[in-house]
């Protein structure tokens, strides 16, 4: 005797036919596979998605920056830094060098590392000096900005940092030889002169732009006092 199922799910069948039917009911092998999409289990992934629990599937890649140079972390280019070195120290636009770069490509490292090496050349047992120095810097270089900006100019904070950073590199480079003439006073005045007009005239070709017309000694000036100051930082006048 078969009785017919109201919901089409389940069916009744007699004893006598009962006996005729045999077989095994086999479970679904479910596997929870929390690596890639392709490995996982449909019905499991179905099942945590549907019951709010997919976020246990996502999986983080792996960083591909951990295995980076040190330099490439902290951006520092050694190349770059060094061209801009010379554009400084070689300031005169019939040598050809893309002087540009300097106020447009800003970087941090290159202008810190001329500032720290002057510290270092100025400190003669003083390492106050070098914090004293690098204040000079950050807070002279925003005064220029802020004068550039109200006399029109183009230019961000970030550029005006790294100009005046790197131009210190003529002080530098003038710092030897007044340990050597340091007995002719006469000439030694004009070495220190030269390295200021060199410092003022490598940072303000690149900072005062047309766009300042008359306005430029507004800005030059300041320039000029700044690295008179460095100067004075190092010689102790």
Known sequence: MQ???????FTFVSSAEA??????????DVKLNMGSDSGRDPYATTFLRQRGYGWLLEVEEDESDDNK??????????KDIYYKLRCV???MPSLGYN???VRDNPDFWGPLAVVLFFSMISIYGQFRVVSWIITIWIFGSLIIFLLARVLGGEVSYGQVLGVIGYSLLPLIVIAPLLLFIGGFELLSIVIKLFGVFWAAYSAASLLV???FKTKKPLLIYPIFLLYIYFLSLYTGV
């Open 69 to 78: 140079p040190l330099l490439e972390e902290l951006d520092i280019d050694l």
């Open 89 to 91: 120290l070689m300031p």
């Open 99 to 101: 002087r540009q770069v």
């Open 209 to 211: 732009g047309d766009e």
């Open 3 to 9: 009785f017919s199922p109201n919901n089409g799910d």
């Open 19 to 28: 006996e005729e039917l045999s077989g095994t009911i086999v479970a679904p």
